[in-house]
């Protein structure tokens, strides 16, 4: 499978504790993206890189948040001292530099977090 | 800002007639307007894009979508609903004048087909 893969799936968590995630990208684009979602609601962006450069932030990527993508391959977000109200699903989104598929951004299955 | 409104929560069509669902943006500058479609347990799937040029869009599973930049409108269609069809669909928006790359996603709407 080429697509967008993410793991972990699935993590619960206690408040208080750190969750790191993991997206690997479509293998030849260049644009990384991570969305959350919670219930009832569209994907709201969080942040985007371009290769290994982070590019632009939402306010909703608070201090406790933290994207990298070191040798613009795949990339990582981390969540520190999680809150309940950090509990959604994260989407990670690729994209590719230019061709027929630009401007379309490839999401993959998702982490569901849960924070107890 | 920009922001895509979907008003309706859920559609419910029978098979084999038609289906919309609806979607209206707000954007300063020219919009790139997409649909994708929400399975359960999966990650959304492209469905159709406006980009520019011809008005009416040709996607993929026989979608389409409209659109019409006096109303600010995207609805998507489809000439015959399959049951397969039900899922959560999302309009999203970009505007192409404004820095940035990020999608504006609508809330979605649940399409339900019944046999």
């Known amino acids: 499978d080429t697509g967008v893969s993410q793991n972990p799936r699935h993590k619960i968590t206690k408040r208080g504790q750190n969750v790191t995630f993991r997206c690997d990208p479509i293998?030849?684009?260049?644009?990384l993206y991570w969305y959350r979602q919670t219930l009832g609601q569209g994907p709201e962006f969080l942040t985007y890189f371009q290769n290994e450069a982070q590019l632009e932030k939402s306010r909703l990527l608070s201090d406790r948040f933290s994207a990298e993508r070191p040798k613009g391959s795949f990339s990582t977000l981390e969540i520190q001292r999680t809150e309940q109200g950090d509990s959604a699903m994260y989407l990670c989104?690729?994209?590719?530099?230019?061709?027929?598929?630009?401007?379309?951004?490839?999401f993959g299955p998702g982490t569901r977090l849960t924070v107890l | 800002a920009q922001s895509v409104a979907q008003p309706e929560d859920q559609v419910n069509v029978a098979e084999g007639n038609p289906l919309t669902v609806k979607c209206t943006y707000s954007v300063s500058g020219n919009p790139y307007l997409f649909w994708y479609v929400q399975y359960p347990n999966r990650g959304l799937q492209f469905l159709l894009k406006?980009?520019?040029?011809?008005?009416l869009v040709k996607g993929s599973y026989g979608f389409e979508a409209e659109f019409n930049k006096s109303q600010t409108s995207f609805h998507l269609k489809k000439p015959s609903a399959l049951v397969s069809d039900s899922a959560l669909y999302f309009c999203?928006?970009?505007?192409?004048?404004?820095?940035?790359?990020?999608?504006?996603f609508g809330k979605g709407t649940t399409l339900s087909v019944s046999s």
């Open positions: 406006y980009i520019t040029g011809d008005n």
């Open positions: 999203a928006v970009r505007d192409i004048d404004q820095a940035g790359t990020a999608l504006i």
């Open positions: 293998s030849e684009h260049n644009r």
């Open positions: 989104a690729s994209s590719p530099e230019g061709g027929s598929s630009y401007n379309e951004q490839f």
